[in-house]
């Protein structure tokens, strides 16, 4: 049995997804090489994924990776198997010089597995509820589309305004354009709908949505738009097409109503610390870092003068003694105010998001 067939037999023992979703994933999404398995005996017991995803992040755009698809056969539960497979992820993502990894738990327990390896729940989102309106009058400036089924031409399309709103998130795990068109096919197979707002006698998107009826609801999985007419619009569109459904709008998050939903870790600490160097060259810091899972990144950053050097002397003498979650935590801004003062230079106040991660 080759690697695509164990990992494939374990899904469907470990997960609940429909037959059509795995053929799916394992079309767009799979790849031996990002996949690793656990083995004993001759038989799979465990595998994950490392899917590559581009992140905006202090001004520029880094390399990351997804853990995806990380399961146990029931049976070989509880003995390690996972948490050795994990930090045979960390070495080889710290070998294709990834910057950050992340992830989704699959329920709320498994945030604390995984903050015994170093991940820190930093992605949040927030949710607005829109109810529907006893009577509601389409706008005359605002024209939407909803087409009824995926065809990657009209998809194609829309990724150039899709991608330049996504940009200007400033710490936002991006989508490039290939994974674009396999969140809108997915979407559409699971019964979804892209509404797209244009402005009248024109050809060019000012507001596009991509929503997904949920039993008792409607999940706004990601809205854009130009003003707040289009905003109205598209919100009419939606109720239009999905009539007497309260619309469940999941956007990033505000500094109240927040709801947590995905967890990061530095995976090369030097490649992300000689940014911030680069980027704040007024910073003089020094700081001894132990990462248990991954012995690369343990030693000593001194920052100065727009450079980060690496020892491994303990007799370099430092500003402050850290661990890998307390360091992801404040390179990505997240609770800054939680955070120990001696790393204050390395702040910046952000709120990382994460979303359309065919979790």
């Known amino acids: 049995m080759d690697k695509e067939q164990q990992v494939m037999e374990l899904w469907h023992r470990c997960f609940q997804d429909t037959e059509e979703f795995i053929r799916f994933?394992?079309?767009?999404?799979?790849?031996?090489?990002?996949?690793?398995?656990?083995?004993?005996?001759?038989?799979?017991?465990?595998?994950?994924?490392?899917?590559?995803?581009?992140?905006?992040?202090?001004?520029?755009?880094?390399?990351?990776?997804?853990?995806?698809?990380a399961c146990t056969l029931p049976e070989a539960r509880n003995r390690?198997?996972?948490?050795?497979?994990?930090?045979?992820?960390?070495?080889?993502?710290f070998k294709r010089r990834t910057a950050f990894s992340t992830l989704i738990p699959a329920n709320d327990h498994l945030f604390d597995y995984y903050a015994r390896i170093g991940y820190v729940p930093v992605f949040e989102y927030s949710s607005q509820y829109?109810?529907?309106?006893?009577?509601?009058?389409?706008?005359?400036?605002?024209?939407?589309?909803?087409?009824?089924?995926?065809?990657?031409?009209?998809?194609?399309?829309?990724?150039?305004?899709?991608?330049?709103?996504?940009?200007?998130?400033?710490?936002?795990?991006?989508?490039?354009?290939?994974?674009?068109?396999?969140?809108?096919?997915?979407?559409?197979?699971?019964?979804?709908?892209?509404?797209?707002?244009?402005?009248?006698?024109?050809?060019i998107p000012v507001g596009l949505v991509l929503a997904l009826p949920e039993k008792e609801e409607v999940v706004v999985k990601e809205i854009f738009?130009?003003?707040?007419?289009?905003?109205?619009?598209?919100?009419?569109?939606?109720?239009?097409?999905?009539?007497?459904?309260?619309?469940?709008?999941?956007?990033p998050p505000h500094q109240l109503n927040t709801e947590r939903l995905g967890m990061a870790r530095i995976i090369d600490v030097h490649q992300v610390l000689e940014h911030m160097a680069r980027l704040r060259p007024e910073i003089s810091l020094s700081i001894h870092l132990n990462d248990i899972q991954l012995e690369n990144n343990t030693g000593i950053y001194t920052l100065s003068g727009g450079q980060c050097l690496l020892s491994t002397k303990t007799s370099v003498e430092t500003n402050i003694e850290t661990d890998i979650a307390t360091l992801t935590k404040a390179l990505l801004g997240y609770q800054t105010e939680l955070l120990p003062s001696s790393l204050a230079p390395l702040f910046t106040e952000s709120r990382p998001y994460m979303n359309l991660m065919l979790e």
């Open 25 to 69: 994933y394992f079309q767009h999404k799979y790849k031996d090489e990002d996949s690793l398995v656990y083995e004993a005996e001759g038989k799979a017991l465990a595998a994950l994924q490392m899917i590559p995803y581009p992140m905006s992040w202090a001004g520029i755009t880094v390399p990351t990776v997804y853990i995806s698809g």
């Open 225 to 251: 738009y130009e003003s707040t007419e289009g905003k109205e619009a598209l919100l009419a569109a939606i109720r239009k097409y999905f009539p007497n459904l309260p619309l469940l709008c999941k956007i």
């Open 130 to 203: 829109y109810f529907p309106a006893p009577e509601e009058k389409m706008s005359i400036n605002i024209r939407t589309s909803v087409p009824e089924s995926y065809q990657e031409q009209w998809a194609q399309a829309l990724f150039p305004y899709f991608d330049h709103h996504m940009q200007k998130r400033t710490c936002c795990i991006q989508h490039p354009y290939e994974d674009f068109l396999a969140i809108i096919e997915e979407l559409y197979m699971s019964g979804g709908r892209v509404i797209i707002a244009f402005r009248k006698n024109s050809g």
């Open 80 to 93: 390690g198997i996972m948490t050795l497979l994990l930090q045979a992820a960390f070495i080889e993502m």
